[in-house]
Antibody, heavy 120, light 111 residues
């Protein structure tokens, strides 16, 4: 059974940084594209970015609102994907979900999410 | 305002059918057959229920079906059951610059 467990969320001041982690199990992690999706309070889902496999150079893509501020990385030996978030602002307040693409789409399986609150 | 437009809420009685629409543009929903639907019970992980417009992952009952016409995709749930009460989100591929768009979500109430 696939499990994705996000961690690292919390309260951070505007301009601050935070690193989220997503630990995966139940599938061959190195074969998966891993994505981050967020949901601001009362809003819909928003794609944040993704990282491809090591054999694809761990290539990354990002949504325009986070490009240059957020960085996705992966550690296949730990079956973990990370989201480094810098220069945070109030619009980044959201529940952040990681999702795995192991078969049919980029978002085959999802975690429960972790809440990030950006506030002074 | 989300990139893909969904009705905020729909409702139906047990045994009935309901449809949830997901409207995009000719650059996303209308351009690619990469529309997916997710069921999200609050406090649980979102669950993929339809992908590539009308395909169901293993384990998803055939009461769930998807379709697309032009720039609008639809999720139809037939034979409504109490456990179908949930939030539903659509997503669409939008090309190699925007990548993925999601809808604002629809709350399904089973009366």
């Amino acid at each position: 059974e696939v499990h994705l467990v996000e961690s690292g969320g919390g309260l951070v001041k505007p301009g601050g940084s935070l690193r989220l982690s997503c630990a995966a199990s139940g599938f061959t992690f190195r074969n998966a594209w891993m994505s981050w999706v967020r949901q601001a309070p009362g809003k819909g889902l928003e794609w944040v970015g993704r990282i491809k496999r090591e054999i694809e150079g761990r290539a990354t893509d990002y949504a325009a609102p986070v490009k240059g501020r957020f960085t996705i990385s992966r550690e296949d030996s730990k079956s973990t994907v990370y989201l480094q978030m810098n220069s945070l602002n109030s619009e980044d307040t959201a529940v952040y979900y990681c999702a795995s693409g192991v078969g049919v789409t980029d978002f085959d399986y999802w975690g429960l999410g972790t809440l990030v609150t950006v506030s002074s | 305002q989300s990139a893909l437009t969904q009705p905020r809420s729909v409702s139906g009685s047990p045994g009935q059918s309901v449809a949830i629409s997901c409207t995009g543009t000719s650059s996303d929903v209308g351009a690619y057959d990469y529309v997916s639907w997710y069921q999200h019970h609050p406090g649980k992980a979102p669950k993929l229920i339809i992908y590539d417009v009308n395909k169901r992952p293993s384990g998803i009952p055939d009461r769930f079906s998807g379709s697309k016409s032009g720039n609008t995709a639809s999720l139809t749930i037939s034979g409504l059951q109490a456990e179908d009460e949930s939030d539903y989100y659509c997503s669409s591929y939008a090309g190699s610059y925007t990548f993925w768009l999601f809808g604002g979500g629809t709350k399904l109430t089973v009366l």
